[in-house]
């Protein structure tokens, strides 16, 4: 605890105010420690503009939202008026609804850019695996309010889709269709659905999802950031403890974070004044009709943000589940065979393989899918024990190291096209080669992000000044 | 997506007329007239005449029209026929019970319809200003009407005065060794109130007006937006020198 700190009567009144609060509130501190004495690497490029993006795109939403629930009815009988009624009667109602949708994709945008910067160099890598484990925390919640939040407006899609994606709860074994009952608050989706969903996305998943921003800013803070050379810049510090390769937040970042705000708002405003449906891709064309519980669309698609996960999803069929079963195979022989553990632990690896065959056997390849989809998410908060790499950057790793990271995004890119597209026989062998190379690509991180020869790592960062 | 999209619109569409959709033809493009006040009034006049005795459009408000530059007086005098308030919305005074016996369902709500069915080759205007100008006789039905690019549809052809009867020609051709009938073009064989072109000008006005009233405030939007653009583009540059002052210190 700090001292008390008196100064002099004479000081002028704001010093004498500032004294006053800091003698009981760390506001001077709270202030250089996260903005004018946080010292950032100065070697950030455009990937960094995202994080500071993902919260401007969350104090939208929550300014928006507040607006919009000032208007909107939850109510199944209401809600669908209630949301043409802010398009027309309410004033601006249309500019605030279109920000909110547009919002939502957008925050998807940006934070998929977020974790790609991340994933490239090397940002979840000792000491900031609780940095990356909040963060992963935060896209799931954010996956939930996203979701919950695309019932409300109460159009076909709106209802389909949440149809769809409770029913995929009840494949689970023993609990499943309790579960799904408990999820809907009926048999099907219905009023007590969207009352519930409409108490989820306004106010529980966003509190949990701003204590998480607050946990995962102040394990960042702690452990300070990561740059594109991936080189700890407090390694090298100057007389007075100060990286040398750092410069302060405030005011370095905080005038080059406003024009990388600018370069977003031109392109999010365009959107939001001349499309705001996107193309059907923010707004789907159908869910300005009325939801009807009585007509099922022939297709249904989640929204693009969702579209990879449900690729994956629909790539589990039974066929597939032989083609999983000789991995669990192959993995459970290479374990039992090159591990260097005890016999006891291999003993255990076989009985747990032959275990899981038998489960993937007996049970339904619909809850695999499910398991699939949600280990396609899961999977993601593992990544700092995955990677063994020398090297945090991308920029160091061996060049096919590159290669393999953008079939990755390519192959996320197709697979997010494929769930989209109603189901063929061709998109579905498609999307189970993605799948498998999806996940192939984090299982087996361990062994190949070890192989290759890196590049040297410079001492200090690159930087050309501007 | 666009499959997904036009197959679920056919299954929305088709799931309250008694039958499936089988097949559709392309869709024209419908003339845009969105900033056209005129022809948003002589859309307004026909919507309110033709469509509104069924279809409800219950988001939208009659005083509403005064943003394609009707008066409130125009609007009493001319357009109220379901209500004497000018504040109300488009309401219809049709049992619903009794639209289901005739129709085999209760006609759809009009006030978004055009955003709705956007998708399989153009925008919703592109689809209705189609649909609208492909009624045929067809009397197996039991409206006596079909419709090119809503096969079975449950609506008669509300229009046929203006427009009179027409009937569909095809030429039989040769496709993966199937005789198949393509639609080759229109012959009349009553004729309307209006000329063809002037039919399909009357259309494109209804089109328009469906098409404003889906989104009533999208004029406003663009017209916003430009200027949002035009700051943003100015704060732009004063955000890009203002880091490059404080960033040329940084070596």
């Known amino acids: 605890m700090a001292d008390f700190k008196e100064i002099s009567p004479n000081a002028p009144l704001a010093e004498k105010a500032l004294n006053w609060v800091d003698n009981r509130f760390p506001l001077s501190k709270l202030y250089k420690e996260h903005l004018s004495e946080y010292y950032a690497p100065k070697n950030f490029n455009f990937l960094y503009f995202f994080g500071v993006l993902s919260m401007l795109v969350l104090v939208i939403q929550i300014l928006t939202g507040i607006f919009l629930t000032m208007h909107y009815k939850p109510d199944a009988a209401l809600a669908f008026a209630s949301v043409e009624y802010i398009m027309r009667d309410v004033p601006w109602g249309w500019l605030i609804r279109y920000m909110h949708s547009t919002g939502a994709s957008a925050f998807f945008v940006v934070v998929y850019m977020h974790m790609f910067r991340g994933l490239i160099y090397g940002s979840y890598r000792k000491p900031r695996e609780l940095v990356w484990l909040f963060g992963c925390a935060i896209f799931l919640a954010l996956m939930g309010e996203a979701f919950m939040g695309y019932l409300l407006p109460w159009g076909q899609m709106s209802y389909w889709g949440a149809q769809v994606i409770v029913n995929l709860f009840s494949a689970i074994p023993f609990i499943g269709p309790d579960l799904a009952l408990l999820i809907r608050g009926d048999y099907v989706v219905g009023d007590a659905t969207l009352n519930r969903f409409f108490a989820f996305h306004v106010i529980a998943v966003p509190l949990v999802l701003l204590g998480l921003v607050v946990a995962h800013i102040i394990a960042l803070h702690e452990v300070g950031s990561n740059n594109p050379d991936g080189i700890e810049i407090k390694a090298h510090k100057d007389a007075n403890g100060k990286p040398l390769d750092g410069i302060p937040f405030h005011p370095y970042y905080t005038v080059h974070d406003i024009m990388g705000v600018m370069g977003f708002l031109l392109v999010f405003t365009a959107i939001i004044f001349f499309a705001p449906e996107f193309g059907g891709y923010f707004l789907e064309y159908n869910n300005f009709i009325p939801a009807d519980p009585l007509k099922t669309p022939l297709h249904i698609a989640p929204v693009w943000y969702f579209t990879p996960y449900y690729s994956m999803l629909r790539a589990i069929t039974n066929e597939m589940m032989y083609a999983l079963i000789v991995c669990v195979i192959a993995a459970a022989y290479l374990g039992a065979t090159r591990a260097a553990i005890s016999s006891i632990l291999k003993a255990a690896i076989i009985g747990g393989a032959l275990l899981l065959m038998g489960l993937m056997l007996a049970i339904d390849a619909k809850f695999w899918g499910v398991v699939v989809m949600g280990g396609s998410v899961i999977i993601l908060f593992f990544l700092p024990w995955l990677d063994h790499c020398e090297v945090k950057s991308i920029r160091f790793k061996p060049t096919w190291h590159t290669y393999l990271y953008a079939v990755f995004v390519i192959n996320f890119f197709v697979l997010g096209y494929l769930g989209i597209k109603p189901p063929s026989q061709i998109n579905e062998r498609i999307s189970q080669v993605g799948t498998l190379f999806y996940f192939g690509f984090f299982l087996l991180m361990p062994w190949w992000s070890r192989l290759g020869e890196t590049k040297p790592v410079p001492d200090r960062v690159n930087f050309v000044a501007h | ?251």
Not at chain 2, 153 to 176: I, N
Not at chain 2, 189 to 218: C, F, H, I, R
Not at chain 2, 229 to 234: A, D, E, T
């Open chain 2, 1 to 251: 997506m666009k499959k997904i999209i036009l197959s679920l619109l056919i299954s929305v569409f088709t799931s309250w007329s008694a039958f499936a959709a089988t097949d559709t033809i392309p869709w024209d493009k419908a003339p845009n007239k969105i900033n056209d006040l005129g022809a948003l009034q002589h859309g307004a006049k026909l919507f309110v005449n033709y469509c509104l005795n069924c279809h409800a459009a219950s988001y939208m408000r009659f005083n509403r029209l005064t943003d394609i530059g009707l008066t409130e007086q125009q609007i009493k005098d001319n357009l109220l026929f379901t209500t004497d308030k000018v504040g109300e919305t488009m309401k219809v005074s049709m049992d619903p019970k009794q639209a289901k016996d005739w129709f085999g369902g209760n006609p759809p709500d009009l006030t978004v319809i055009a955003r709705s069915r956007s998708g399989h080759g153009g925008t919703g205007a592109d689809y209705l200003y189609t649909y609208l100008r492909t009624y045929y006789r067809d009397e197996s039905k039991a409206t006596g009407w079909n419709n090119l690019a809503f096969p079975n549809v449950a609506m008669p052809h509300v229009l046929w005065e203006l427009q009179g009867e027409r009937k569909p020609l095809y030429d039989t051709v040769q496709s993966h060794g199937h005789e198949v009938h393509a639609f080759k073009g229109w012959q009349q064989v009553t004729p309307g109130k209006l000329s063809p072109a002037e039919y399909d000008e009357a259309v494109a006005d209804l089109v328009n007006y469906m098409q404003w009233m889906s989104e009533p405030s999208q004029n406003t939007r663009v017209i916003i937006g430009v200027w949002v653009l035009m700051f943003l583009l100015v704060f732009m540059f004063i955000a890009w020198r203002l880091n490059a002052a404080f960033w040329k210190e940084i070596r």
